[in-house]
């Protein structure tokens, strides 16, 4: 058998080392009848918060009078105190798993403070293009006026894509939006998150974490009129000129009721949690159902995120429900296991002064991870890389008398397109 050409050589070993890197990487096997694997998430996460935060499974340090842990089925949840950031107990947090309409947590948080909330905009035909197929609407209509307080309560109780569009569109434009939403996901060291559409739409590559979500609504809770939108159960909405009995044109503009998609705040078809100060819930086909709420008892203030529990609209309050009702108990004697990071600013501005004795300038590190995570975790993969193909070169040295030959809310979604709607 004739040797090998060096550079067929090298090329081999490069992609059997590539594929032995990226094998984790590939989707979940089927089982024998058809059926996918439930997946599972990645045997190493981000450790933003803390390094038990990033060990799959569930992590909670209970003392002896802690109560346990109610029954879960989501792949992904963690409850954590919004005042003192301490994360309580926590399942897969830094699984990226894709958003669904939660992810407008982090659209509100970019774009709210922009605009006052008595500013109109009338809308245009192309302001509601470009919306996926199937998405949750709010019922905007082109060439009518809409003042930004009607915008985004039609963002938050009906999760509306179409409000996401028309103030994408008041804020330059949709790109420019999801833009600026990755920006100040990095401000809120949300590493997890990657967005691609505003509007928490399925799309390849759209991710997030049980972890950043509860970041978002921390930060957004921290905004009035952020606090007043995810707290309204019902809310009148303007429709168009015209008489809704008779259905003839009018010039007075008629009004309809709109109702908050978040069962746990309206109590439809399931128990209203009391003291829940919203947030925001969201569905879609690849995401299942994902909430984000929050609620105070007796001065303290819960977050508890709930990403894809078992099929079923109300699983994921249940299960919410049933986490703040842990969390309130268990909140005087559990440990916590990590914590909720500052935003990069304020980590930075806190970050003591570096020692005048120490040779050379001081890298600045934010709260619960390096800066340098993201470069350590590709070099450790590369370095991985490198010695597998110095291992195959050694073995095919070796070998030379008989020549032998010796892979981040996203991973893309089916091709029909699923919808974006709520639970309602």
């Known amino acids: 058998m004739s040797k090998p050409a060096p550079a067929f050589r090298r090329s081999l070993l490069v992609l ?74 926590a399942h897969n947090a830094h699984w990226q798993l894709a958003p669904a309409s939660t992810l407008k947590m982090l659209f509100a948080d970019t774009v709210l403070p922009k605009f006052e909330k008595t500013q109109v905009h009338t809308v245009a035909d192309s302001d509601l293009s470009g919306m996926g197929e199937g998405s949750s609407l709010v019922g905007i209509k082109e060439k009518l006026s809409y003042t930004v307080h009607d915008l985004w309560l039609g963002v938050f109780l009906h999760s509306g894509n179409d409000a996401v569009h028309v103030l994408a569109t008041m804020n330059g434009g949709v790109d420019k939006t999801v833009q600026e939403m990755n920006a100040q996901a990095k401000e809120l060291q949300a590493d997890d998150t990657h967005v691609v559409s505003p509007d928490g739409y399925d799309m390849p590559g759209q991710v997030s974490s049980a972890y950043d979500l509860t970041l978002f609504a921390r930060s957004g809770l921290k905004n009035p009129d952020f606090r007043e939108y995810c707290a309204t159960a019902v809310a009148k909405f303007p429709g168009e000129y015209k008489d ?109 002064a570096p020692d005048p004795d120490t040779k050379g300038p001081a890298q600045a590190t934010v709260a619960g991870t390096s800066s340098s995570h993201g470069m350590w975790t590709f070099a450790g993969i590369a370095a991985g890389a490198l010695a597998l193909i110095a291992a195959a070169v050694l073995l095919v040295r070796r070998r030379r008398a008989t020549p032998a030959l010796t892979l981040p809310d996203d991973s893309r979604p089916s091709r029909r397109k699923s919808r974006d709607g709520t639970t309602d």
């Not at 032995?20 to 981000?46: C, F, N, Q």
């Not at 508890?304 to 703040?324: D, F, I, R």
């Open 16 to 89: 059997c080392a590539a594929a032995l890197v990226s094998g984790p990487l590939l989707a979940s096997p089927a089982h024998a009848d058809g059926r996918t694997k439930e997946p599972v998430p990645p045997a190493t996460m981000s450790k933003v918060g803390g390094d038990r935060l990033g060990v799959p499974g569930t992590q909670v340090e209970p003392d002896a009078g802690s109560p346990p842990l109610p029954k879960l089925t989501a792949r992904s949840w963690i409850v954590a105190d919004a005042k003192t950031g301490e994360v309580l107990a």
């Open 244 to 352: 809704l009995k008779t259905g003839k044109p009018s010039k007075t503009r008629s009004t309809f009721d709109i109702q908050n998609t978040d069962r746990l705040l309206t109590g439809l078809g399931v128990r209203r949690y009391p003291g829940l100060l919203g947030v925001k819930n969201g569905f879609t086909t690849n995401a299942g159902n994902t909430f984000t709420g929050a609620a105070e008892r007796d001065g303290r203030t819960l977050l508890v995120t709930v990403m894809h529990p078992a099929a079923g609209s109300n699983e994921v309050y249940k299960e919410t429900a049933a986490l703040l009702d842990w969390g309130f108990k268990a909140a005087p004697t559990v440990k916590p296991v990590g914590t909720l990071v500052p935003t990069r600013s304020a980590a930075k501005a806190n970050a003591p």
